[in-house]
């Protein structure tokens, strides 16, 4: 597992590429982190290093927090991440890592919370085709119907598709182009769409798959190199 990073989506807009393409984009504000902890083999089993994102007020941490920030002698983080990693000695407590870490990266996973819709019906929750609209339904046309069995097994399974809490959950989206990177502003511009509302919180990890697929410049590139190779055949 390598390193990530946390950030905050801003939003979307669109980028044009040299073809005059108009690419949708996520626009994603990435926070810089401080190296806590240092985990070491010796010490825990495994090798990690724990960073700390967000600035928070003391007077909203607990006294347990307060302790633990004195100790490292370091700003109060409000949230707190741990990466195992193999090559930790590279780091030191008080390190900052930013955005520079994914500079030679092409493909991202994201993961952030869905954005919450409250209690939903069967119909907008699961898709839900409904009862009939006449022939004696009465008041239930957007029920889910019968729920579980006679008396034999005689209860309704765990996982049955019901009315509830819909969405508000973690997701992860793999393999998001990076289109652009603004290091001096700590922007990344992540081809397409990813879960969650403005200002939600986001989680950035390098792929965990190897991605065979060309980038939109790469592409574009080929593309060129085709028509020029063409022309000079003529």
């Known amino acids: 597992m390598s390193i990530g990073l946390i950030g905050t989506k801003i939003g979307m807009t669109r980028e044009f590429i040299e073809t005059g393409q108009s690419v949708p ?3 994603i504000k990435v926070e810089k982190g401080r190296v806590l902890d240092v985990i070491t083999k010796d010490k825990r089993g495994y090798d990690a290093i724990k960073v700390g994102f967000f600035k928070i007020k003391n007077s909203k941490l607990t006294k347990q927090m307060k302790g633990y920030f004195a100790k490292k002698n370091t700003e109060p983080k409000k949230v707190l991440k741990e990466f195992r990693i193999s090559n930790n000695q590279q780091f030191k407590e008080g390190n900052e890592v930013g955005i520079e870490i994914f500079k030679d990266k092409k493909f991202l996973d994201v993961k952030s919370k ?5 209690f939903a019906g069967v119909m907008k929750r699961w898709n839900f085709g409904g009862l009939r609209a006449s022939h004696g339904v009465s008041v239930s046309h957007r029920s889910h119907g019968s729920t579980g069995q006679r ?3 005689g209860k309704v399974f765990k996982g049955k598709k019901m009315a509830g809490h819909m969405g508000d959950k973690k997701r992860t989206i793999l393999n998001l182009e990076i289109v652009k990177s603004d290091l001096e502003n700590s922007l990344i511009y992540l081809k397409g769409s990813i879960p969650g509302s403005k200002n939600s919180i986001v989680y950035l990890r390098e792929s965990i798959k190897n ?5 939109i410049k790469e592409k574009h590139e080929a593309k060129a190199k085709a028509v020029a190779a063409k022309k000079g055949k003529k």
């Open 211 to 215: 991605v065979s697929r060309k980038t």
């Open 114 to 118: 869905t954005i919450g819709k409250g």
């Open 151 to 153: 008396q034999d097994p």
């Open 25 to 27: 984009v996520t626009v």
